[in-house]
């Protein structure tokens, strides 16, 4: 019983895709689609160099092509911020007098506790402020 090239290949096709879902290397998967390149190109009736040929542009492209694609996506992405760290660098009101001693604030729809980032500073009622950084809960301005 002999088994016919292409079906190697598709055989090939599966074990690089083994790895691929194991590590989630992105680049098995490539392979993997070079090596079902091959097998299509052996179920044509190509020569086992034409296949290896197939092979390797098919992976090789996909690798050059791809890759720095995805990369690009993935870095591209802008940076979602939430939570505490979503507050930083809004615009608040002053709600009560806010000095380094404490005070209140209206940031995003909320009352805050407050206080300044600088000691000799002072905010009065109805001013706006920027928000540096959260502490705990108090959010520190100026």
Request: net charge negative; no cysteine; glycine share 12%.
């Amino acid at each position: 019983m002999e088994i016919d090239a292409w079906v190697w290949w598709l055989i090939g096709a599966v074990g690089l895709g083994i790895p691929l879902v194991l590590t989630a290397m992105p680049e098995f998967g490539m392979l993997s689609a070079g090596a079902v390149a091959g097998a299509v190109v052996a179920a044509l009736g190509g020569g086992i160099v034409a296949q290896v040929i197939v092979f390797v542009v098919v992976s090789v492209a996909l690798i050059a092509v791809v890759r720095p694609l995805a990369n690009r996506h993935r870095t591209g992405r802008p940076q979602f911020t939430s939570g505490v760290d979503a507050l930083k660098g809004r615009q608040a009101v002053v709600v009560e007098r806010v000095s380094a001693s404490g005070g209140r604030i209206k940031l995003a729809g909320e009352i805050w506790s407050a206080r300044t980032l600088d000691s000799e500073m002072t905010f009065e009622a109805g001013q706006q402020v920027d928000v540096v950084e959260i502490d705990g809960a108090t959010a520190v301005v100026m």
